[in-house]
């Protein structure tokens, strides 16, 4: 007697083509977010009263944070381009 199989095989490129997909997804939306949140930065910058001494403190840490922001999102699609092309070595 024949039984089916029960579990789910996937090749191991698939799994490494999944996992790029999800770290390209995330660095990608991670750039888009920083790139938004920049645009409300700035227009709130506008807004804002003139004579505030926390702006320029604000603004320094902002853009710090922004750049993080960017490396990792840079980062992330950098792992997913690594790991697409591993896949196809496989």
């Known amino acids: 007697m024949f039984y089916a199989q029960s579990e789910l095989i996937l090749a191991p490129a698939?799994?490494?083509?999944?996992?790029?997909?999800?770290?390209?997804?995330?660095?990608?939306?991670?750039?888009?977010?920083?790139?938004w949140r920049i645009a409300r930065a700035s227009s709130r910058a506008t807004q804002a009263a003139v004579g505030s001494s926390t702006l320029p403190a604000r603004a320094a840490s902002t853009a710090?944070?922004?750049q993080v922001f960017y490396r990792?999102?840079?980062?992330?699609?950098?792992?997913?381009?690594?790991?697409?092309?591993?896949?196809?070595m496989l």
């Open 72 to 88: 990792f999102g840079a980062g992330a699609l950098a792992l997913a381009l690594g790991l697409s092309m591993a896949s196809r």
């Open 14 to 35: 698939l799994l490494l083509n999944a996992l790029a997909l999800v770290c390209a997804l995330c660095g990608g939306w991670l750039l888009a977010a920083t790139q």
């Open 64 to 66: 710090r944070i922004n």
